[in-house]
Each structure stands twice: as structure tokens, then as C-alpha cells.
């Protein structure tokens, strides 16, 4: 067999930890009454408490999984306890033709696949004269609403920003609820950002003036989208909140690359769960960011594997240095490689400024750097790298404990989110071993 998951990387496929638990109690040859592999797929039959056996099937080159079992769980704890097994035991398989059951659950998700991009490439009559008039009357919309919007920083700015931190939990409400009507949902995200800033934390002044000054330019930049050069124009649009279409994203130019996912991030709000994956491009260098959005019942399109290689192409979004993109072709690689790092801290940052130079919008911008060691001076955490420069770096405490017990306080490589205030540590290389950490925020 070619697949080659580690526990680590199995467990991230898990919804919860209850399901990890009970995959890893069927993770056991005798819970099971056959076990077999092909090209394409690892299967099952794992014996319940009934008489049949549930057949669960794991395809391996898309990671998706399918069991005869009721659980609404997904994957449920025999797809996670099949993959458990194989990672420990994979000598228990045998290699076999593929049953019935599981060569029509894989044609069935081709067929599925194969309709979706038919469907997306074909060429559906668009009636321009409504269209226009749509967005004609949402630009007029999103115009009246930033109006409002500036003259409510104009009044926060002139009444003093000291009485924010008392006020915030219900001063951002309004103006947000404003925005939502006016169709400028990127407005209402910056502004929910504002509101969820920590006011007791010393640098709530900076955040606060920098957050509402790249607010106001957005929307003074909108106001004069006309003047822009296309590329920025899309970066505005898409800023303000307008969708790029996923049929003229796919439609751009494809970047052919293996792909290794650095890290991913699940995040849950009003029931809508968002996977955000990011990529490195070997040959390219180029980084992506893959969104995945999940509505309670449905199942994700892709499932990502962190430390994994996709063979794939990439399609970007357009806009300013533009990370977000989508898969036009992708499969599961069974070749493994080390990004290439920054040196220093220095050539980070000296990046992170030209990137912030181009477009001031960006924020979380991924950066690799190696040769680091995590450095406490006073109540703060940094990174310092071999010439003892620092930068402030965020890091729950479970995740340092975790750091410092796997290099034992020695250099390692890392995959960071860089803000100004500070850069987010999310996974690592020591000695050519990729480590990570699950991210979850509810």
C-alpha cells in the first residue's frame, strides 16, 4: 500500500475527540472480519453489535470516507478506527479487487465530481441587461451605506476613543447591522473584528486606530474604485464583500505544483463551520489558502490532510497579492518535501513589509522561517532567531509545552501568520519532522 497517514494526521480528520477515542478502540484486527486494499481504496467489515458487519471504505487518494453504519458523524469511528489500523498494522490488509459496494460508492463520487465541473464549465445564458441592474443597485447601496459608516468614525473620532472599552460590547452593533443592509459583508467582518478586540490588554489603543484607519481607507477607496487599476479593483470589491465567482476563478490560469498543507484552522460561527488549509507550492514557492465551508448535515467538499502533498492545480482569485484559491484537479501525492525557509527574522520581516507595502489590507500573511528558538523576556513570548533578533510570537501554553518537549529548547523551522503586533505559531520542522497542532475556534 501507498498510503502513509500518521496517527497525528489521522486524528485531524476526526470531528471530536470522543470519535478519536472510539476509532482507536477499533483500531484492533479483531474487530474486524475482513481487511483489504487496492489502488484506490482500504475496506473493511467490522463487526457491531448486530449480525452484519458495517462495510467501511476510505478512499485514498481524496481522503473521503463511506460506512453502512448509522452514525451521523463524520467520519464516523470505523472510518477513523480503518485508518487507525492501517497506520499501525498495515501488513493486516490484503491486497484484493475492489467488491461491488465500494467500486459503486467511487464511481458514484466521480460521477458527482465529473457533474460539478460540467456544470461549472457550462456556458448557462446570462441575462447582462438584470445583471447589471443588480449590481448597479447593490454599488448604490454599498455608496449610501459607507457614507454612514464615515460619518460614524468621524463622530467615534471626535467624541475620544478613552470610553471605547466600556462601550464596545455594544457600540459596534448598530453601525455592523447598518453595513449588513447595505450588502458590504467585508465591512461588517472588520468591524466584528474591532468589537472582539481585548480592551484590557495594553496595545487596544494601537489596534483599535489601526483597525479603524484601514477601515476608513477601504472605504474611501471604494468610493474612488473607478481610478484603480483592475487588480485592485477586485482587491477592493472583494474586500468590500463582493464574491468572485467560482466558474471565472477556475477560469484564470491553473498553477500546477505539489502542494503541502502547512496547517489548518476550523472555525464555528452560527452553525457554519469554516476550514481554512494553508498550502506551499514546492516548485512555485507560492503559498494558498484553501477555504472549505461546511452547513450543518452536508459534508466537506475536500478533506486536507496537515503534513500531506497534493498533486494539484491551483486557480487564484484575483485581487493584490491574492492567497485564496481554488483546486481545478487535485489527488493525493505520495512524495513528501521541506519548504524552503527564511534564513532570519530579518529577511521575515523584510518581506512581511514589502507584501504590506503592495497591499495594506493584508493580514495573517504566511511566512516559513528556520534556525528559531521560542525566547521568554519578561511576561512575553518571542521567537529569536541565530542573530538574537526577536519578534513577539502568540502560542497557547498546551502548544509551548509541546515545543519545547519536542527540541528540547534547540533551533527549530517554523510556519507563522504574521501581524504587526505579533506572529501566530502554528506548526514546525525539527530535524526534517513536521509537527502540528490542532486549531479549533468556537
Known amino acids: 500500500m501507498l498510503l502513509n497517514l500518521t496517527e497525528e494526521q489521522i486524528i485531524q480528520l476526526a470531528p471530536d475527540a470522543s470519535s478519536v477515542k472510539a476509532g482507536k478502540g477499533l483500531a484492533t484486527g479483531t474487530k474486524w472480519v475482513l481487511l483489504e486494499y487496492s489502488e484506490h481504496a482500504i475496506w473493511g467489515h467490522c463487526q457491531g453489535s448486530g449480525k452484519t458487519p458495517y462495510q467501511t471504505v476510505v478512499d485514498i487518494k481524496n ?3 463511506h460506512c453502512s453504519c448509522p452514525s451521523r458523524k463524520f467520519p464516523c469511528k470505523h472510518g477513523l478506527g480503518l485508518l487507525f489500523l492501517y497506520a499501525a498494522h498495515s501488513d493486516l490488509f490484503r491486497q484484493a479487487e475492489e467488491p ?14 465529473e457533474k460539478k465541473e460540467q456544470k461549472a464549465k457550462s456556458e448557462t445564458p446570462v441575462d447582462e441587461a438584470a445583471q447589471a441592474k443588480r449590481q448597479a443597485t447593490r454599488h448604490k447601496k454599498v455608496l449610501n451605506g459607507i457614507d454612514d459608516l464615515q460619518v460614524w468614525i468621524k463622530d467615534l473620532l471626535r467624541n475620544g476613543l478613552l470610553n471605547v472599552p466600556e462601550r464596545a460590547y455594544t457600540l459596534f452593533d448598530g453601525i455592523a447591522r447598518r453595513m449588513v443592509d447595505a450588502q458590504a459583508s467585508g465591512l461588517t467582518n472588520r468591524l466584528r473584528t474591532i468589537q472582539e478586540i481585548d480592551f484590557y490588554d495594553e496595545s487596544w489603543k494601537y489596534k483599535l486606530t489601526d483597525q479603524l484607519g484601514k477601515l476608513y481607507l ?13 487588480e485592485w479593483q477586485y482587491e477592493i470589491r472583494t474586500q468590500i464583500g463582493y464574491p468572485q465567482a467560482k466558474e471565472e476563478v477556475l477560469a484564470g490560469e491553473a498553477v500546477a505544483d505539489q502542494w503541502m498543507v502547512l496547517h489548518k484552522r476550523s472555525r464555528k460561527v452560527n452553525e457554519l463551520n469554516t476550514e481554512t488549509y494553508w498550502l506551499y507550492g514546492c516548485q512555485s514557492g507560492r ?4 477555504l472549505n465551508f461546511i452547513t450543518p448535515g452536508s459534508l466537506p467538499e475536500v478533506n486536507l490532510v496537515p503534513g500531506s502533498v497534493y498533486e494539484g492545480e491551483f486557480c487564484f482569485y484575483k485581487g ?3 492567497l485564496r484559491a481554488l483546486f481545478k484537479a487535485s489527488e493525493l501525492s505520495y512524495n513528501t518535501f521541506t519548504p524552503t525557509f527564511c534564513k532570519d527574522l530579518e529577511e521575515a520581516t523584510a518581506h512581511y513589509r514589502k507584501v504590506l507595502q503592495q497591499n495594506p489590507f493584508t493580514e495573517d500573511l504566511p511566512i516559513l522561517v528556520e534556525n528559531l528558538r521560542l525566547a521568554v523576556k519578561g511576561n512575553l513570548l518571542y521567537l529569536q532567531d541565530v542573530h538574537n533578533k526577536l519578534v513577539p510570537v502568540k502560542v497557547d501554553d498546551a502548544t509551548r509545552i509541546d515545543i519545547l518537549s519536542v527540541t528540547g529548547g534547540k533551533p527549530f523551522s517554523a510556519f507563522l501568520l504574521a501581524n ?9 520542522w525539527y530535524q526534517s519532522d513536521y509537527y502540528f497542532w490542532r486549531d479549533e475556534r468556537n
Not at 100 to 113: L, M, P, Q, Y
Not at 420 to 428: A, G, K, P, Q, Y
Open 63 to 65: 481522503i473521503a470516507f
Open 100 to 113: 461491488e459496494w465500494v467500486t459503486n460508492w467511487i464511481s458514484k463520487r466521480e460521477e458527482k465530481a
Open 218 to 230: 477601504l472605504s474611501e477607496s471604494y468610493k474612488n474604485l473607478e481610478k484603480q487599476s483592475e
Open 287 to 290: 503559498f494558498a489558502i484553501y
Open 320 to 322: 493584490i497579492n491574492t
Open 420 to 428: 504587526d503586533l505579533s506572529w501566530e505559531l502554528n506548526s514546525i
